[in-house]
């Protein structure tokens, strides 16, 4: 799993969300304060590179709170969020 977090020069912070291609198997979709929790918004796409991503765009300096959804509603974290607690991860961008 990977998180990058970049800052442009208009205030905003892209967030990628990254994982393997095959873990967990079956569609992944990230849901969290940016999208206001609703599954299936940003779904994660395959990638050339094995890999499956999706980006966010947020205001620079939010704090952002996400889970994965999995297939059969399986919720799952990310260890590579700045905190993790029973609300799912943290990010500070």
Do not use: C, Q
């Not at 905003?12 to 849901?31: A, D, Q, W, Y």
């Not at 890999?51 to 590579?80: M, Q």
Request: aromatic share 8%; glycine share 12%; net charge positive.
């Amino acid at each position: 799993m990977a998180i990058r977090i970049s800052a442009d020069k208009s205030g905003k912070s892209k967030i990628s969300f990254v994982l393997p291609e095959s873990v967990p198997t079956g569609p992944v979709s990230v849901v969290g304060t940016f999208n206001d929790w609703r599954p299936g918004a940003h779904r994660l796409v395959k990638r050339s590179n094995g890999t499956r991503s999706i980006s966010v765009t947020v205001p620079k300096g939010s704090e952002v709170r996400f889970r994965y959804l999995g297939s059969e509603g399986a919720w799952f974290d990310d260890p590579d969020a700045h905190e993790v607690g029973p609300e799912g991860g943290v990010l500070r961008v």
